[in-house]
């Protein structure tokens, strides 16, 4: 079989000469681009081939659809030519997985930006994949709903994007990932054949689950076109805590004792005290004296039992080891708390150029255990390690923070990976619970992948991508 | 290739001389089956040949597994035989999609029915698959938790078969439907493979997602041998509330309101005034006088705000037609309404042997405009037509009630089905939302599915099963 990979075989950078695009390709690509559509300059394409994993690589030409047509006409040519395609939204992924490493073509979907309908007494809205996370959200609001999905990047980042990698977000915990709030799609398949999936309603066992296989598939299966996209009604009343722990551990305790009781929090997170000591300096936090460890708990609901709520969860949150339970008295404390955990990210990029960011996920009964190995993990190694993340559903972001122009210590964080690796599936845990795989973990998951399964989905991938266009190479490791 | 269809090839009767099972095969099956764990007689096997659909086929033999590798010896078998191979959990599906119509073997899951695992820490069961759904409720609830999935059949159905179907039941209007509540699976694909698909946790990106494929596939892509469910915390309090409409209108009009407003009932039933009729005659239903529609409304959460949920749902439920609003005042009243409800089925099946049983979907906002050209299409066909079912997913079992023994009136019931999908299509609905497609709905889901995800839907089902012994020929059409 002809396959992409052929050609445009292996990862490349700037510097390598690419396969050329041939003349007749490059008009062909004018033609279903259409006026204002494409990127040939290299200058102009470079910003393309980026995402947050910090990778990059030049892709050939870009694409800019803003119909469906389009997509299946630009899949078509390139499954025709052999040329590989990788679909973009907005860049925030923090995988590599849009980084057209291997040349190619990168299609941009930030034209397809309309939100085509919102219907409240159906609780759904239907959109296109380059609508941004937080203008649904301001859509759905405005009649008393919203989008549970909610990654920290929202402002920027595309619903194409979220369901490409299931992101989910803080509210997970209660409200689920985007295949729990997703209804159908429309999509193109690598094949260049457009396809519906689903339903639009909230029930639906007519042939198989395409949808949710497609949701996570970070654009190697099929590119999503359309979502009809399952909304929640908003509560009506929310209340956010700040508990301070002298350890880590006592912070993992109160996180199991807060997931063992009725009340589900819709937002449980947590920071370790290098966390803690990386954004103090953004914002006064104003913490007790020995501050080891901060969950921020969110609880929402109706008005009339939000005070039980936050009782439960409050009371759930006290137990050995706790400093101080402060409730958010306003808004402004709220929004202060938020903007302190969502500074974390780019804080440590700041600090660490270099850092590794891993966003395993471990069942929340073994957090404590895991905690533990991770700071034995770091002593051994002289690695600092930062942990903060989704405590709720036991996704934690590992950030492993090393100096780029220290050789032998990035040699040693490899080998700290490794164990971090091993230690998340010793522990029955998942080496990604949101960011997804792209090229940033595709030689980890066959660790974690069963054989059986892995061959099963890179069959599944032949059949929706026969020539392997798609994104070829990533977020599957190669089978066994 | 060989696949089962070739020898076995169309949909058998018990007159019809099958295909013989070879000496070697079956000598290779009892050492599979182990002591105790085959049928062969046709007087023993004849059991395990129907489900609720009323249709009924002979199984050539009958094994009981008690081990996943037993399950995987036998489909090895099967596979290299090209024997057809149905999988069976206690028969009370509703499709014929565990009738053995191509004769060959059932395997009967009901002796792997361990609960190997309940982890309230963790939020989940790990169960068998032929544990009864009733009985890993009575395990769940004894320590604070619930598993949503919870169909009419409950008392007697299994979590395989719940999978197999996705089946969901009343609660899925606020809970969501099994692929909303299970994280993992261990299966075997009909190559005879053992695989494990998805995570132990709530969040989990690591490859395709091959739980949610294999849920609803009703045992043709792999056999579920055992699964990872997620709980759910027990609410303190629920609250039931039955309001009387003077017609169907009015009633839909209620649920779409009930719906567009934030608190979402944990069940949301309906009944026509046929079907009201049908069970009064169970049950001293004291209804006010020209009763036309009943929904039975549930709502559920902490105590603390469980009387201000209940009259959110409540105001909403009042509008022009409402005839009574009543709350249910004691448990046993509970009881009493729930057992109307869940008579009805039955009981349908009593006056109308040959009843036509549909548990079509459309969205919940259209839900008025399909019962009124449910209306029109009984005037018009001359059939009695009684719809219950779940309303706030707008899944409503239309039942044509037909007399078998009229030639005629069985040829107009078919026309009137056949409108009756047409309708719903036209809707923006799915054909079946919980009961699945099975032989029963087999030749009509080309007219829902897309041509492309169909034929992705067979290329990913020979990838699971090359021979095609899995329950060959139901489930999917043809490919066009």
Redesign the interface.
Known sequence: MSRASSKWSSSLNTTRQLPKLSKGFLSSLKKVAGKGGLLTDPGDCWPYGYDNSRRQALPQAVVFASREEQVGGLVRLCTDAGVPLTARGLGTGTTGATVPDRGGIVLSFERMDRILRI??????AVVQPGVINASLQRAAESV?FFWPPDPTSAATCTIGGNLA??S?GPR??KY??P??NTLGLRAV?GAG?????G????????????T??I???EGT?ALITEATLKLT????AKRTLRATYADIHAAAQAV?AI??????PCALEFMDSSAIDMVSSYAGLDLPEGAGALLMIEVD?????I???QA?VGEAARGPGLLELRLAQSAQEVAALWKTRKALSPALRHIAPKKINEDV?????RMGEFIDALERLSRETGIRIVNFG?AG???IHVNLLINPDDAEEVARAAECLDAVFSLVLRL??????????GLE?RDF?HR???P???R??H???S??DPKGILSPGKS?PAPD
């Open positions: 219907a409240p007494e159906d609780r759904l008393g990698y299931n989910a997970a915990v689920g990932t295949r729990d398949s054949d457009i396809l519906k999936t339903v639009q309603t909230t029930k639906g066992v007519v042939g198989y689950d395409l949710r296989l949701i996570g598939s299966l009604p908003l509560p009506e199991s997931m063992a009781q009725p009340v589900t609901g109706p008005a009339a039992c005070d039980e709520a439960a996920v471990v069942p929340v009964s989704h559903n036991g996704n029955d845990g998942s080496l990604s619970g949101e960011h997804g795989v973990k998951v974690e992948l069963d059986v399964a892995l099963l989905m069959e599944i991938r059949r929706f599957l």
